[in-house]
């Protein structure tokens, strides 16, 4: 019998807890699934690895592509330079889980880095750091001296394309920003969903699939109080809900 909540499988990524090397999920995402009505599921960079990978993925209804502290690796979109915060595990797990969603129609929210990787999934590439690109001036990284509840509070505006499906909630909306890495060529079959002020590439989405969208900042912090980020887990959560057709 069909769960009444839809499970949604949320990727881990590697992280030393108390010195011992642990697949981990920031708390926030859970909670952001949970209050929306999904029932999460955590899956750790092995889950790339199991020869049963479709049966294990078939009990998702939904894929959440988090951010995080690494950074997708150089050689995955044709770059050369050296990248220290890397995570070849959670690259090769979210990779193949953008493909999964691609082929069967599994609705999918992609977070920051998973914005990245779902950029470059479709064959896009990345800045690997905004700030050495001319033209890009909006306050897109956090100071890292404040506390986080500062560090995740909105800084800039986000400007919302017609035609797309964020264009349902408005023409603009203020967002927080928390990266180093940012889109510079939009993969094929990619609509930009949302630029910052300075041009630079905010959201992005998947328009022939049920739902695949991915954002620059950060929904899940202010997931209840904040419209935009109650618009996106709704949307993601109700269309993790209706029964796709494979």
């Known amino acids: 019998m069909k769960n009444s909540r839809p499970i949604i499988a949320i990727v881990a990524c590697y992280k030393m807890v108390d010195g011992q090397p642990s697949q981990a999920v920031y708390q926030k995402y859970i909670d952001a699934v949970n209050f929306y009505g999904g029932n999460p599921i955590l899956l750790p960079s092995t889950a790339a690895d199991d020869e049963n990978f479709d049966a294990l993925l078939a009990i998702a209804d939904g894929i959440l592509l988090t951010g995080s502290y ?28 953008l493909a999964y969603a691609d082929r069967t129609g599994t609705p999918l929210l992609a977070v920051c880095r998973g914005l990245q990787e779902m ?24 100071d890292s001296t404040q506390p986080l509840e500062v560090q995740y509070q909105p800084v800039h505006d986000v400007i919302i394309q017609p035609d797309g499906r964020l264009a349902a909630f408005g023409e603009k909306w203020h967002v927080n920003s928390l990266h180093k890495q940012a889109i510079n060529k939009v993969g094929e079959r990619l609509f930009v969903e949302a630029l910052a002020p300075d041009g630079l590439v905010e959201a992005i989405s998947l328009l022939q699939h049920p739902f695949m969208i ?33």
């Open 70 to 97: 690494s950074n997708v690796a150089p050689a995955r979109y044709g770059a050369t330079h050296i990248e220290a915060k890397q995570d070849l595990g959670r690259d090769e797990l979210s990779f193949k889980l």
């Open 119 to 142: 950029n470059v999934y479709f064959e896009g590439t990345l800045h690997p750091d905004w700030r050495e690109v001319e033209g890009f001036y909006e306050p897109h990284l956090e």
């Open 214 to 246: 991915g954002v620059q900042w950060h929904p899940e912090l202010n997931y209840a109080q904040d419209n935009l980020s109650k618009f996106l887990f709704m949307e993601f959560i109700h269309y993790a809900s209706t029964p796709q057709i494979e």
